[in-house]
């Protein structure tokens, strides 16, 4: 059969050939069963660079084939499986694994046992209520202090780790996988001129490149925006029809499947990654077995002088992920990942079931769902900048989602603790304990302890005297003033490594900021009974830093128009 390029309009497929279980096969390498023919090999619709000649044998050797140009196979491939993207993109998960999903916020069994212990715990109160307050105050604060010291020893064990071994050894462009980067985008018109940007600042093979733009299908303006500066004639767009839940995960599991590359990292609007980024995440992969799953790029801020809120959100990332994440990983113990800048092995990310659509923390319950497969998850020596959020109403919406998704995690990876006990052994479950669940638990306890000494100081009732008994008062107060000073401590060290010793004094401040973390931590335990899969919006590009870069490159391009 002769080469040609194939009309779609005239030339219709025959659907019984193409079977959704293969189409990351069909979008890996771009071939699409299309016609049955009598006496001779199956016809293939096959993707080509661009519409030139096709008939050149040396460039493409199969006779049996139709070609079309490659952003017209994309599209072909994302409307024959439309139907089946959008339920798999929500529903995978939770077929294939449904005690991994929090499609349902607690199992029969949770429920059953949270309802024994309210039951045990109000027989104790009727019975002996003075005991029961005694004995609930004795348990809060020393998990409170437990959290705070588990804390402080992976500080430690992040500074005292030995220095990090020499770069892998680089790839030669021929050498490098094709990547797929993962762009979904909410009600980002705004942002997407600095995210073409920062992709266009990307030091890697163009050819290599496989950038998914991932836009809602009722997201008009975002639409029109991405039209109007050109991006659908450099990124693959993918709309996203309407399901529920509304979240970011399940945008990136409808696009997962349409991955070209060996691997996947996502990216999120507002960021600027380091340009060899790409590059030394798949040296991490090659030089390294099929059990690293997962590299965690670094996160910061470029805007974190902006003002105090700003400060005080840059000291906390650089704790989190120049740190504490470093230490989990020099522990062996199951890494919570961050929400973007994530590289992994697309096949096996597919294999595990993708996002659950339904948890709106997605990367940390991802980061323990990996952990309890048995793979593995590196930190990677390189940091993608993001704007940091400058407004206190939008910093609490962000926040309480994130707090909100952690005790989705908690909950969902304790249906099964045992079985997860013989994954992560004791460090990696007591890391849970006082790591995932400390990081709401400790911000729902924090006013507590304010609450008490506050009463103390000014009444000195006795009340409090009976309720907290001087050891139990003592040890409370201790609770509240080591907790926080150890906490000011750790945001003073944090940005040590990278050199911005200029925000350290920001650090004082820092009980200030946990207050506030403690107002979206009762806002997210409200949500989890309320509208635990609602994900509550981010604004971007509100920092005058953002607004700067934006109207620049805009200014640039209108000249470069003109």
């Known amino acids: 059969m002769p080469h040609r390029i194939i009309n779609l309009w005239t030339s219709p497929p025959d659907r019984e ?20 023919q009598r006496h001779a090999p199956n016809e293939e619709l096959r993707a080509i660079e661009a519409s030139g000649d096709p008939l050149a044998e040396a460039r493409f050797p199969l006779r049996a084939a139709s070609y079309v140009p490659r952003r017209l196979f ?55 209520p003075l005991s029961a307050l005694i004995t609930f105050n004795v348990c809060v604060t ?95 767009c993918i709309i996203v029809p309407p ?76 704790l989190w992920f120049d740190n504490l994440l470093p230490a989990l990983e020099a522990l062996r113990i199951p890494i919570p990942l961050g929400g973007t800048s994530n590289f992994f092995r697309t096949r096996t990310l597919i294999e595990i079931g993708g996002w659950d659509p339904f948890n709106v923390t997605e990367d940390a319950d991802l980061g323990l769902r990996l952990a309890q497969h048995g793979y593995r998850t590196d930190i990677l020596d390189s940091t993608t900048y993001e704007e940091a959020n400058c407004k206190t109403r939008n910093w609490i919406r962000q926040r309480s989602r994130w707090m909100k998704g952690y005790m989705q995690t908690w ?82 060290i944090a940005p040590l490594k990278r050199d911005w010793v200029e925000l350290s004094p920001t650090a004082l401040t820092a009980p200030f900021y946990w207050l506030l973390t403690s107002v979206a931590a009762y806002k997210a335990l409200f949500q989890l009974f309320t509208r635990p899969s609602f994900w509550e919006k981010t604004d971007h590009v509100l920092s005058a830093d953002a607004k700067k870069r934006r109207e620049n490159l805009l200014g640039l391009k209108e000249k470069e128009a003109a």
């Open 17 to 36: 050939l193409q079977q959704f279980e293969r189409i990351q096969l069909y979008a890996r390498r771009e071939r699409l069963p299309w016609r049955r």
């Open 411 to 492: 909950l969902v990876h304790m249906r099964r603790p045992f079985a997860f006990h013989r994954v992560a052994g004791w460090r990696g479950t007591l890391a849970t304990q006082l790591f995932v669940a400390g990081n709401f638990f400790s911000a729902l306890i924090n006013p507590i302890l304010w609450i008490v000494f506050a009463l103390w100081l000014a009444t000195g009732s006795d009340f409090i005297s009976t309720v907290f008994p001087g050891p139990l008062l003592a040890l409370n107060l201790f609770a509240l003033l080591a907790g926080n000073f150890f906490f000011i401590y750790l945001a003073v």
């Open 74 to 128: 994309r599209d072909t491939l994302k409307q024959r499986f439309e139907a089946e993207l959008s339920e798999a993109s929500v529903h995978a998960l939770r077929r294939s694994a449904p005690h991994a999903s929090a499609h349902r916020l607690m199992t029969g069994a949770q429920k059953l046992i949270a309802s024994a212990l309210i039951l045990a715990a109000a027989a104790f109160f009727a019975a002996a």
């Open 142 to 236: 020393i998990y409170f202090l437990a959290a705070i010291f588990f804390r402080l020893y992976l500080t430690f064990v992040g500074y005292s780790a030995p220095p990090a071994p020499p770069p892998d050894p680089p790839l030669t462009d021929e050498e490098l996988p094709v990547i797929t980067i993962l762009l979904p985008v909410y009600d980002e018109a705004d942002g997407l001129a600095l995210l073409h940007q920062s992709m266009n600042a990307l030091d890697y093979p163009t050819e290599k490149l496989d950038i998914k733009l991932i836009m809602e299908a009722d997201d008009e303006k975002t639409i029109a925006e991405a039209q109007r500066l050109g991006l659908d004639r450099h990124f693959d």
């Open 243 to 318: 399901s529920e839940p509304r979240t970011k995960p399940k945008a990136c599991n409808h696009a997962l499947y349409l991955a070209r590359g060996e691997l996947v990292v996502i990216y999120d609007a507002e960021d600027s990654p380091e340009p060899d980024q790409l590059r030394k995440a798949a040296a991490a992969f090659a030089a390294r077995d099929e059990k690293l799953v997962c590299v965690q790029a670094r996160l910061n801020y470029y805007n974190a002088s902006e003002n105090w809120l700003t400060r005080m959100f840059a000291l906390e990332y650089a």
